[in-house]
């Protein structure tokens, strides 16, 4: 019996790798004008006392919030677009 001569090898493994992560902006992947979510990483820390880090104070409809890395972004009230930040360098 001749059954070598239709053999035929198995198809390559199909190997997954996990994607790149996207690239990184700032801090958290802050960007200037993209929006401010954390509605994932807990509590938003409000920033009043703005001489303690440093900060101008902010133009009205915008506040300072600081995220759990010392970051401080100025973030606009209505819509939630961040207008600056600051990194803390930690």
Known sequence: RDHDRYYRPAPPRVVYRPAPPPPRY??????????????????????????????????YGHHWIRDDRGNMLLVAIATGVIAQYVLSGR
């Open 26 to 59: 700032g801090g958290y992947g802050w960007r200037v004008g993209s929006p401010y979510r954390n509605y994932y990483s807990g509590p938003v820390y409000v920033v009043n006392d703005y001489p303690r880090y440093h900060l101008r104070r902010p133009p």
